[in-house]
């Protein structure tokens, strides 16, 4: 109950809660010292936050020409091709073209070995599957090897829990 009050604290010091909530507090608060103490301290942090905010005088201060300084010194765009960027950038274009130019008979090639492997995957797996169905009892021999691993896995964690509980 202690700990549900003191999360309602500070809600209680700026006003923030319900009736129903507000009386509990209050109520928790006539008979613990502590939460009582709390709360004198937020009180007091309020005051002196709020005497801050008064005492700081915003049209006094440049602190709004400062910022607006600032805005219009970061606001300037800088173009990414500017003076020298833009002969770099067909530079750039000019060397990539030259080098698809030259090496697109590499890349054909690749392209068609590429495809000649995965039609080879293909045959494989299709082969796989056609010899999986030719063998008539290969799923019940699956579910028995699985069955005999999982019954000596489960034997040996057994044999091992009872080796570390009595050694």
Not at 39 to 54: C, R
Not at 78 to 104: C, D, H, K, N, Q
Not at 107 to 134: E, N, Q
Request: proline fraction near 1%; include cysteine.
């Amino acid at each position: 109950m202690h700990e549900e009050i003191h999360e309602l604290l500070s809600a209680y010091v700026d006003d923030e809660l319900g009736k129903k909530q507000r009386q509990e507090v209050e109520r928790h608060m006539s008979d613990c010292g502590e939460c009582r103490e709390e709360v004198a301290h937020l009180l007091e942090l309020k005051a002196l936050l709020s005497s801050a905010y008064e005492e700081f005088d915003m049209k006094n201060s440049n602190m709004e020409q400062t910022v607006m300084a600032r805005i219009r010194f970061e606001s300037t765009p800088e173009t990414l091709l500017s003076r020298g960027g833009m002969a770099a950038a067909i530079a750039g274009a000019i060397v990539m073209a030259a080098f698809l130019w030259f090496a697109s008979s590499v890349i054909t090639k690749g392209i068609h070995v590429g495809v000649t492997l995965t039609s080879i995957s293909f045959s494989l797996i299709r082969s796989a599957f056609t010899v999986a169905g030719a063998l008539p009892n290969l799923l019940e021999v699956f579910l028995v090897l699985a069955l005999i691993v999982l019954i000596a896995s489960g034997w040996s964690v057994r044999r091992l829990l009872d080796t570390k509980s009595t050694g």
